[in-house]
């Protein structure tokens, strides 16, 4: 049986080598603090871990050989100085209002012209295709009474744009999604219809997968322990949580969850999505209302519709026009009846997945107190990647989580597992157990992948190595946002948010990006319509700790590069990328002074030296 080369080993990624120097206390005494490898210990007993660690001594074979050549440094980069880590906190104040820089009108129009190039050509192409080629419709059309299968118009944009550029998404990869990752090389004969692998590899650096806290790795701690978890629990449940699906192991995780996050209780999902898709049917009904963040991810609008609530949308972040919309449905009721609402539930994400902007939390809870209405945060995104503590946006902007009614999160992205969870009292927790779809039908999440969130939550709470990851991952995402704006690129989000994106707006630089960043052996993610309007077409550079300062350092030669080949470098300079404010100054007292139209703020576009040079510094002030 192939075993872990190592279950017992010194901890690779710690960056302090006296244990006087990292103090518990600081994350407080409802923490546990035991090590990974005790509770290791404590799960299949000393004497089995013993045994198991002289098989591992007494077995070599070729997987295993492998597995120890595998450089460790391609999961997880060395931090390169102490320097190289921000704590990721709130600065004071209200939080800074998200200004959105906007290229000439120039590149706005050319823009829209490719639009209409590529519809005019697509739509003559298919004219002449469906008269010499009627076989490659026969999927739009009627056939012997029966209706077509899929629209010609809705699959038009697929046929005639994604199809051209279907080389940059779903690229297969090998190996573990670390820091590098290992794409398997393809090649198509027939313009992305098809492809056929070539038998090649290229490892890239990855900026493409969520990976927030680098603990995506086969190796180290938490891996040790998920391997010692599938001798005791197996690798599937297989049941329902309502039925035998619910383990130790699963009740273990959900109270550790429940007390990171500070709730009472918790419910884990083996899947995100489903997780607010199942849950809002079971919280609101008819005669109730939700008032949704219009950028707010798809399974928010799913789980809102399926719950049979009215369902209202307020401008992005936008508190003014989230109060307007408060004062009149509070005054004027349900439509038709005029009856009191039932519930009134309003609905944000902590960290928006496509703008990089995190949520006003603390302009909501004023409205809260003032309007008494229920709040459900999804800290999809914010959850480990924000915060002193990785205790996700309340912790960002230290307010006592009892504030909020429930919390969502996912487990993907900064604990390297899968699934979900809801924390909230113990008496909304208690009916989603017993209603809610997922409990019922889903299957429950594997044990392997509970160890796997149970490990990293402990690494995170009570080890330095977990400290360091909190820090290292906002001084990356402050130092890669600030050298992007330098450079001359629009880019969206706040300071702290892991999420980077960079706007591209053309539709044919999407494909051309994405391919010089591969040339350079650099992944990422781009994003067009009809995942963004039409007109803000971008990369997301995805941000993990698991990355070092030379990473960022070659992920900004890169853009400099292609931002000049490409044309990309728009920044009028509003956003931010100009020296550092005199102290006492803020962003607020510059807008004041300067106005876009006068033209007073100069377009930054700094050397690539300068950018690198001044960075480390410069990253840690408010105003870039």
């Not at 002193?388 to 999160?409: H, V, W």
């Not at 039409?534 to 070659?554: G, I, P, Q, Y």
């Amino acid at each position: 049986m192939l075993v872990p080369p190592a279950l017992k080993r010194d901890n690779l990624y710690d960056c302090y080598t006296d244990e006087d120097e990292f103090d518990h206390d600081e994350f407080g005494d409802d923490q546990k603090t035991s090590s990974s490898a005790e509770f290791a210990q404590t799960v299949i007993g000393q004497q089995q871990l013993n045994t198991l660690s002289n098989d591992v001594s007494g077995t070599s074979t070729k997987d295993e050989e492998e597995h120890l050549e595998e450089p460790i440094h391609s999961q997880f980069g060395p931090i390169g100085s102490p320097d190289h880590r921000h704590v990721s906190q709130h600065m004071g104040g209200p939080l800074p209002e998200h200004i959105v820089d906007e290229p000439a009108y120039f590149y706005l129009l050319t823009t829209y012209l490719s639009y209409m190039i590529l519809i005019a050509f697509g739509r003559t192409r298919d004219i002449f295709g469906k008269i010499f080629k009627p076989e490659k419709y026969k999927d739009f059309k009627e056939r012997d009474g029966y209706a077509a299968l899929s629209s010609d118009f809705d699959n038009f944009y697929f046929r005639r744009l994604k199809t051209r550029m279907n080389d940059c998404f779903m690229r297969p990869i090998t190996g573990v999604p670390g820091r590098y990752i290992t794409l398997l090389d393809r090649i198509s004969h027939d313009y992305n219809e098809t492809f056929e692998y070539s038998g090649g590899h290229t490892e890239t650096l990855n900026l493409s997968s969520y990976n927030y806290l680098g603990f995506a790795q086969s190796n180290g701690p938490c891996a040790d322990d998920v391997h010692v978890a599938i001798t005791k629990y197996g690798i599937s449940s297989a049941s329902p949580r309502l039925d035998t699906g619910t383990s130790d192991l699963t009740q273990e995780v959900e109270r550790e969850i429940a007390g990171f996050v500070g709730k009472e209780d918790a419910m884990v999902f083996s899947m995100g999505f489903s997780t607010n898709a199942t849950s809002f049917p079971d919280l609101m009904g008819p005669g109730c209302l939700i008032l949704s963040d219009e950028l707010n991810h798809a399974s928010i609008r799913v789980g809102a519709r399926l719950s049979g609530a009215m369902i209202k949308s307020y401008r992005h972040n936008d508190m003014n026009d989230l109060e307007r919309l408060l004062r009149e449905n509070i005054g004027q009721g349900q439509p038709r009846t005029y009856k009191p609402w039932r519930k009134i539930l309003v609905v944000c994400e902590g960290l928006f997945s496509m703008e990089g902007t995190i949520a006003n939390l603390p302009g909501i809870c004023l409205l809260k107190k003032k309007y008494k209405f229920y709040l459900f945060i999804d800290e999809a995104h914010s959850i480990g990647a924000l915060g002193p503590r990785g205790r996700g946006i309340c912790d960002y902007f230290n307010i006592d989580t009892s504030e909020i009614d429930i919390l969502m999160g996912t487990l993907t992205k900064s604990f390297g597992a899968n699934g979900g969870y809801i924390a909230a009292s113990q008496s909304i927790i208690q009916k989603l157990r017993v209603s809610n779809a997922a409990m019922l039908y889903g299957e429950s999440p594997a044990p392997p992948v509970l160890m796997q969130i149970l490990s990293s939550l402990r690494q995170i709470t009570s080890t330095a190595a977990g400290l360091e990851r909190l820090q290292r991952i906002t001084f990356n995402s402050r130092y890669l946002r600030l050298g992007l704006k330098r450079l001359g690129f629009i880019v969206y989000g706040h300071d702290d948010s892991p999420i980077v994106p960079m706007m591209l707006y053309h539709p044919g630089k999407l494909p051309a990006f994405s391919r010089e960043m591969l040339q350079r052996k650099i992944s990422v993610v781009i994003a067009g319509y009809p995942a963004t309007p039409l007109l803000t077409a971008r990369v997301r550079f995805c941000v993990s700790a698991a990355h070092n300062k030379e990473d960022m350092d070659r992920v900004l030669k890169a853009c400099d590069e292609i931002g000049d080949l490409l044309d990309l470098k728009f920044s009028t300079g509003i956003m931010g990328g100009i020296d550092p404010l005199p102290e006492g100054m803020t962003l607020e007292d510059v807008q004041k002074v300067d106005d876009r139209r006068s033209r007073k703020v100069m377009p930054p576009r700094w050397a690539l030296e300068n950018v690198i040079a001044s960075g480390v510094q410069d990253c840690r002030c408010q105003l870039k």
